[in-house]
């Protein structure tokens, strides 16, 4: 990658952090409360992590630290990490995690999904656990975003994924006015999703699961390098 791509790749960064801050300026103090009612299936994701003991669990848009403190105290043994390109985010993150009594398993910083390992500890660049929760569908280069986090992955490591679906088995007049809502917070759901980690599949040799939830609202996926998987139980 030339210096120019690079310098190029940085504006891009610092437009879309700049959004994000405007987005959630008002929000990020009501955000938890707000999101507790169509953020479906981030439990579920979290009960299914299953690191291992001593693992080291990423989560990618971490948003206001809701995920990893709920994820640090259904897997005690693990140590937790989490970044957000949005600073306003982070601010409520942070003492999220000072109320939680989780602060000193879960590390917090700065950075963008497009390129996560310039803004991650030096020590911390391998993961065993990585998720994304409800993020996907913000991040611009998305298919980027992913091929960064699963090189982020050690050994038997795994890749999850919930974010919105495409209501596929939900009423028309539904699925219409949910887009347009969503597209108010610049959301995207990415409907080509399932067909990308297909293809990424045959690509790397990559193994990926996907299972809807909820009628299609929400699509879930769990993705592993070569090797054996574990099935994932599907969700009604």
Not at 84 to 103: F, P, T, W, Y
Request: aromatic fraction near 10%; proline fraction near 6%; include cysteine.
């Amino acid at each position: 990658m030339s210096l120019m791509d690079d310098i190029l790749r940085k504006r891009a960064s610092d437009r879309h952090a700049k959004l994000m801050d405007r987005v959630y300026r008002s929000q990020s103090g009501i955000y938890d409360l707000t999101r507790k009612y169509y953020l479906l299936g981030r439990d579920q994701l979290i009960e299914e992590l299953n690191p291992p003991p001593r693992g080291r669990v990423l989560e990618i848009g971490c948003g206001t630290a809701r995920n990893l403190v709920r994820a640090a105290k259904v897997w005690p043994d693990a140590e937790f990490y989490g970044f957000d390109i949005s600073s306003e985010m982070l601010k409520v993150a942070r003492k999220n995690l000072a109320q939680s009594g989780q602060k000193d398993r879960i590390t917090l910083f700065h950075g963008d999904a497009e390129n996560p390992a310039l803004a991650m500890p030096r020590e911390a660049r391998t993961f065993d656990r990585i998720f994304l929760s409800f993020c996907l569908s913000m991040i611009p280069d998305w298919q980027g975003a992913i091929r960064q986090a699963v090189a982020l992955l050690a050994p038997g490591g795994e890749l999850h994924i919930v974010d919105f679906g495409q209501s596929e088995q939900l009423p028309a007049p539904f699925r219409s006015l949910l887009q347009r809502w969503l597209a108010v917070f610049h959301v995207e759901p990415r409907k080509h999703l399932h067909r990308f980690l297909t293809e990424l599949d045959c690509e790397i040799g990559t193994s990926s699961e996907f299972v809807p939830q909820y009628r299609g609202y929400s699509w879930r996926f769990v993705i592993r390098p070569p090797g054996a998987s574990r099935p994932i139980k599907e969700e009604t």
